[in-house]
Each structure stands twice: as C-alpha cells, then as structure tokens.
Nanobody, 124 residues
Framework: QVQLVESGGGLVQAGGSLRLSCAAS????????MGWFRQAPGKEREFVAAISRLDRSTRYSDSVKDRFTISRDNAENAVYLQMNSLKPEDTAVYYCAANRGGGTGPAPYEYDYWGQGTQVTVSS
C-alpha cells in the first residue's frame, strides 16, 4: 500500500555530514508520521528521529540530539534526515518508516511501513 525508498547514504569521515532522503509512494494519508531508525551489525533496531505530518513536531533520540535534524516536504511526500558532526558510532543501515497513527513514538512496532535501508559508514 505504501512504499518507502531511502537514499543518500555513503562513506564520510568523522565530523562530516550527510543528508538522507526518503521518498514515499502509494497511498499516503495526512495523519501519517514519519520516522528514521538505524541498525548496526549485531544490534537491534534503534530509534533516531520522527516527525508528524502537519504541525511537524519532532522527537529525537539522545544519541543524535543537537546533531541530526529531521524534516519533511509534504508536497513531494519526502522525508529527510540531515546528519551533522557524524561519529563512527553512527555507522549503521538507516531506515525510514511510516506510522499510520500519526504519533512520533520511538518503538519500531508503532510503525507500519518500512524502507529497505541505506548504508551510512563513518570513518574515524
């Protein structure tokens, strides 16, 4: 019903920046919230950030607070994650996800649709 495709990942040195994009297609409703999660090898999926659709309220994990910024372009059905001051511990596959309920909660089970992920690697 809803397809999500991430892009913008790559290799960057510590202290550098990357901008991730997530394009949504299919049926998307005005109440959907969008989130970013990440998963490193051997670790469980971790919440990064989320944003509601209309008022654009946001939530961030403590590990990325003040470094990452989530935003969205509703006209283009796109969500972005600007990542600054990157650290090696940010290395992971990053996934975007959609929450039909519209909330910005940090739990993966709250999200109904997922992209396939984009790799971010930060070298020290």
């Amino acid at each position: 019903q809803v397809q999500l495709v991430e892009s913008g990942g790559g290799l960057v040195q510590a202290g550098g920046s990357l901008r991730l994009s997530c394009a949504a297609s299919g049926r998307t409703f005005s109440t959907y919230a969008m989130g970013w999660f990440r998963q490193a090898p051997g670790k469980e999926r971790e919440f990064v950030a989320a944003i509601s659709r209309l008022d654009r309220s946001t939530r961030y994990s403590d590990s990325v607070k003040d470094r990452f910024t989530i935003s969205r372009d509703n006209a283009e059905n796109a969500v972005y994650l600007q990542m600054n001051s990157l650290k090696p511990e940010d290395t992971a596959v990053y996934y975007c996800a959609a929450n039909r309920g519209g909330g910005t909660g940090p739990a993966p089970y709250e999200y109904d649709y997922w992209g396939q992920g984009t790799q971010v690697t930060v070298s020290s």
